[in-house]
């Protein structure tokens, strides 16, 4: 198992669009500097949305999580999967004497462990390019805050943000995971993530409009039932200094990790027919 682990990570980096992926980390950094920096302009340096160089990190993740990286990883995930099986290559790793399902846990394995690589990557260079885009003060407030934080605690505030945030992924992934080995084609595997991705995004803002007849704790544990939601405000709301949702939240993400899990491995076990 850990020569196949090891064969699914190199496969997964001998293709382009992964070096392209690092190599983006700066520009879209760069990208969200400057509409921040743009942002600066209308705000005055007391609210927790003005960006410094110590709030950049958690800033240009909020930015960027819940539409770039999902983007991101649903067309890795249809890659390494559906591509793969589409084109073959998966019938020549099981040619040496591997199982499906050890393949397929193998490529969750490698494509888990590449995400991570990718939140740290995206940590550091958000730092590098926050203190050299941005005003370093000693200390600045946080959302749903009220006092300030100096340097060190804003440090584990936007680790366990960045913490959050993958775990938010990992519930992504085990969703477009399952969709991808489901799928025959490619073009069925990125049709249906889409779907997804965009159906999770349209029912939270549908929902806003019959918030009058419901509560707020219901109208919010119905809202956070969406992923991209919890990535968007949720994370935010955990980490107030009166935190909210926390166990819902990570309930939610939970159940579609256990949930879409259970699935693909059904999936695997009964979708012979899939190779």
């Not at 993958?166 to 049709?191: E, M, N, Q, R």
């Not at 549908?206 to 969406?226: D, I, K, N, P, V």
């Given at each position: 198992?850990k020569?196949?682990?090891?064969?699914?990570?190199?496969?997964?980096w001998?293709?382009?669009v992964?070096?392209l992926?690092f190599?983006?980390?700066p520009?879209?950094l760069?990208v969200a500097?400057?509409?921040l920096q743009?942002q600066?302009?209308?705000?005055?340096v007391?609210?927790?949305?003005?960006?410094?160089?110590?709030?950049?990190?958690?800033?240009?993740l909020?930015?960027?999580?819940?539409t770039?990286f999902?983007?991101?990883?649903?067309?890795?995930?249809t890659?390494?999967v559906?591509?793969?099986?589409?084109s073959?290559?998966?019938?020549?790793?099981?040619?040496?004497?591997?199982s499906?399902?050890?393949?397929?846990?193998?490529?969750a394995i490698?494509l888990l462990?590449?995400?991570l690589?990718?939140?740290?990557?995206?940590?550091?260079?958000s730092?590098?390019i926050?203190f050299?885009?941005?005003e370093?003060?000693?200390?600045?407030?946080?959302?749903?805050?009220?006092?300030v934080?100096?340097?060190?605690?804003?440090?584990?505030y936007n680790?366990?943000?960045?913490?959050y945030a993958?775990?938010t992924?990992?519930?992504?992934?085990?969703?477009?995971f399952?969709?991808?080995?489901?799928?025959?084609t490619?073009?069925?595997?990125v049709?249906?993530?889409?779907?997804?991705i965009?159906?999770s995004f349209s029912?939270?803002t549908?929902?806003?409009?019959?918030?009058?007849w419901?509560s707020?704790e219901l109208?919010?544990?119905?809202?956070f039932?969406s992923v991209p939601m919890?990535?968007?405000?949720?994370i935010?709301?955990m980490?107030a200094?009166n935190?909210?949702?926390?166990g819902?939240?990570?309930?939610?993400?939970?159940?579609?990790?256990?949930?879409f899990?259970?699935?693909t491995?059904v999936?695997?076990r009964?979708?012979?027919?899939?190779?």
């Amino acid at each position: 198992m850990k020569e196949l682990l090891v064969a699914e990570w190199e496969r997964l980096w001998k293709r382009k669009v992964a070096w392209l992926t690092f190599l983006l980390v700066p520009v879209v950094l760069l990208v969200a500097s400057s509409y921040l920096q743009k942002q600066n302009g209308a705000l005055t340096v007391d609210l927790p949305q003005y960006t410094f160089a110590g709030n950049f990190p958690v800033l240009s993740l909020a930015e960027m999580l819940f539409t770039v990286f999902n983007a991101m990883f649903l067309v890795f995930i249809t890659l390494v999967v559906t591509e793969e099986y589409r084109s073959g290559q998966l019938r020549m790793v099981m040619m040496r004497s591997y199982s499906f399902k050890e393949i397929i846990l193998a490529k969750a394995i490698a494509l888990l462990l590449f995400n991570l690589l990718f939140f740290i990557t995206y940590f550091c260079v958000s730092y590098a390019i926050g203190f050299l885009m941005f005003e370093h003060p000693q200390s600045y407030f946080v959302f749903y805050h009220n006092h300030v934080f100096n340097i060190k605690e804003a440090l584990v505030y936007n680790l366990a943000f960045y913490g959050y945030a993958y775990l938010t992924t990992i519930a992504i992934c085990c969703v477009l995971f399952f969709i991808s080995v489901i799928s025959k084609t490619t073009t069925t595997a990125v049709g249906i993530g889409v779907a997804f991705i965009l159906i999770s995004f349209s029912y939270p803002t549908l929902l806003r409009g019959f918030r009058q007849w419901m509560s707020e704790e219901l109208f919010g544990q119905l809202f956070f039932t969406s992923v991209p939601m919890i990535q968007w405000q949720g994370i935010t709301v955990m980490m107030a200094e009166n935190p909210q949702f926390v166990g819902w939240n990570v309930g939610v993400l939970g159940f579609y990790i256990l949930f879409f899990g259970g699935l693909t491995y059904v999936a695997i076990r009964k979708k012979e027919s899939f190779l």
